[in-house]
């Protein structure tokens, strides 16, 4: 697509929500789901992260089109269109799982800081006031601008990582990108599962609706919001890419241990690429847990009816900050408490497609509500591609289910 000078400046005035939002799906959990992809199976698991791209694009294109058009969150139009209940049914499980992506994120920080040399006892307490911090910047354009800083640190870190490893491009090619793959084997399965648990999350849904209803998009500047939407599921897939590159070089490795990424990464591109990789998994950790727990609090507050808007005064959008401000806070003590929680981390992935149902059907249903959407209603063709995405990414997760039981 060809982009003229005008619509190049519109573009870079929408770019935000859509660009955050799937740059943020890349988190510790997903990061470990890739390096175990990658450690297990090599490139094979590439194939599947690039399939990913369309359900990606699709699902959240329709979070951004509903923010864009009504002018507000998932929780406010489920509110307005159904009931309070249906919204808050909606939004409940979200907020319940979300804790465990809390403490995931917080691990990830921990480890992230100790490969970059500093202690957990310092760094998690620091992390925990600067998320708390960026919700009263006065704006939500300044906590986007400190959030996209973020994303451009996670972007370098694993795309520079997967370099310095020195891929053998060959063995990708001719294993990474064909479509014959392992689909029978039990834990290609499952890791199949968790990958596409990882691709589309629940809180995902929420962020971007709210954060397009907070940026106050309008509704000429939807076709910037679709390419946005479009070129950020590509980057975030090129990253899971990225991660499972450098794992398949490392081979076997612990992702959440520092001296086994030490062991496996200083031999394979030195020292530099171990601190890289410590930066990227901070970038991604911090970066999920501001978004996640923002497209939490604006969910269980939409759905109350709270104001929810970032720049408010404390009095006026108190019951969003005190829950913004506390709903992290008891996940700082895990990552003292534990430090290897891959399988919670995988199975937290296969879990999200189930929380994804609800608030998957509602905003495929809100979306095809002409009153509501107007002349953006989605079209009959386009509410069957919707649909098929969300179906296929739903059956993905039965097929990792016989491993949680």
């Not at 599962?193 to 589309?200: L, P, S, T, Y």
């Not at 020292?271 to 497209?295: D, E, H, Q």
């Not at 939490?296 to 404390?314: C, H, L, N, P, Q």
């Amino acid at each position: 697509m060809r982009i003229s000078g005008g619509s190049l400046l519109g573009f870079l005035k929408v770019i935000g929500p859509a660009w955050i939002v799937m740059i943020a799906d890349v988190d510790a959990a997903s990061v470990v789901t890739a390096g175990e992809s990658g450690a297990l199976f090599g490139y094979r698991m590439i194939f599947v992260l690039l399939m990913l791209i369309l359900p990606l694009f699709i699902i959240q294109e329709a979070a951004g089109r509903l923010g864009v058009v009504t002018g507000g969150g998932l929780a406010s139009n489920i509110r307005s269109t159904y009931s309070k209940r249906i919204a808050v049914l909606a939004s409940i499980p979200m907020f319940l799982t979300d804790f465990l992506s809390y403490v995931v994120e917080y691990v990830g920080i921990a480890v992230g800081f100790e490969i970059l040399g500093i202690s957990p006892v310092i760094s998690l307490p620091v992390v925990y006031v600067l998320h708390t911090l960026l919700v009263f910047t006065g704006s939500y354009r300044r906590t986007e601008r400190i959030l996209l800083v973020v994303t451009a640190l996670l972007l370098f870190s694993y795309v520079l990582d997967a370099f310095l490893v020195k891929p053998d491009v060959h063995l990708l090619i001719s294993t990474g990108l064909t479509p014959f793959q392992p689909y029978l084997s039990p834990n290609f399965a499952y890791l199949l599962a968790a990958n596409v648990g990882a691709v589309v999350m629940p809180w995902m849904l929420f962020y971007q609706a709210g954060a397009v209803a907070q940026k106050e998009l309008k509704q000429n500047q939807l076709t910037h919001e679709r390419l946005e939407t479009f070129l950020g599921a590509i980057a975030s897939e090129g990253l899971m890419v990225s991660i499972v590159i450098v794992s398949a070089q490392m081979k076997a490795v612990n992702i959440l241990s520092p001296a086994s990424l030490l062991n496996a990464l200083v031999p394979l591109a030195g020292s530099y690429a171990f601190l890289v990789f410590g930066l990227g998994l901070v970038s991604a950790s911090f970066l999920a847990l501001v978004v996640i727990s923002l497209a939490s609090t604006w969910g269980v507050a939409e759905s109350m009816g709270w104001r929810a808007k970032i720049g408010d005064r404390f009095r006026v959008a108190r019951n969003f900050y005190i829950v913004y401000i506390f709903e992290t806070l008891p996940a700082v003590i895990f990552p003292f408490l534990f430090t290897n929680l891959v399988s919670v981390m995988l199975n937290l992935m296969v879990v999200y497609v189930f929380v994804l149902v609800a608030p998957g059907i509602l905003t495929g249903l809100l979306c095809s509500n002409g009153h509501l959407m107007g002349k953006h209603v989605m079209s009959v063709s386009w509410r069957l591609i919707y649909w098929s995405m969300l179906t296929l990414v739903v059956l993905a997760g039965l097929l990792a289910l016989p491993s949680l039981i």
